[in-house]
């Protein structure tokens, strides 16, 4: 097959994907950010994820000052805590999200096996994409302008 062709077919699940974590990310709670996570191995979605509170919690993010909480799960965390419950596991898969991984999401990411991140927009601190990428880990950021 043309590795073109390839290219060019995968970046359409590529944009496809992340379109579906940024809608994911308004099921968040969250009024700061929201932000969405899909885990797909071989072109099958087997998590999802939003940033949000653990199950039980209200679903307020937020303190009085408008910070977020200290618990709220990051959407590529809950995504992987659904894997770890689940029949699936994340080994080769593509972690598509929203904003780009901190460090300590980063670390998970890592020991879950994913071997791809692809973000829409960057967080405003880079160690966790430095981390991912130092480990071996492929990490593309894809613009989404229709």
């Not at 097959?1 to 990310?25: C, I, T």
């Not at 770890?84 to 596991?89: E, I, P, V």
């Amino acid at each position: 097959m043309n590795s073109e062709y390839s290219k060019e077919k995968q970046l359409r699940y590529d944009k496809a994907y992340l379109k579906m974590a940024l809608e994911w990310a308004k099921l968040s709670h969250c009024k700061r950010k929201q932000v969405g996570a899909l885990i797909v191995r071989d072109r099958m979605i087997i998590s999802d994820g939003y940033n949000g509170t653990p199950t039980g919690f209200d679903n307020c993010c937020e303190d009085e000052n408008g910070e977020t909480r200290w618990y709220v799960l990051h959407a590529e965390a809950n995504a992987i805590l659904k894997v770890a419950k689940s029949t699936h596991n994340a080994d080769g898969a593509t972690l598509y999200i929203t904003l780009s991984p901190c460090k300590e999401c980063s670390k998970l990411i890592v020991q879950a096996g994913i071997t791809r991140v692809v973000f829409h927009n960057g967080y405003k601190d880079q160690a966790g994409i430095n981390f991912l990428q130092e480990s071996g880990i492929i990490v593309e950021q894809i613009e989404l302008i229709d």
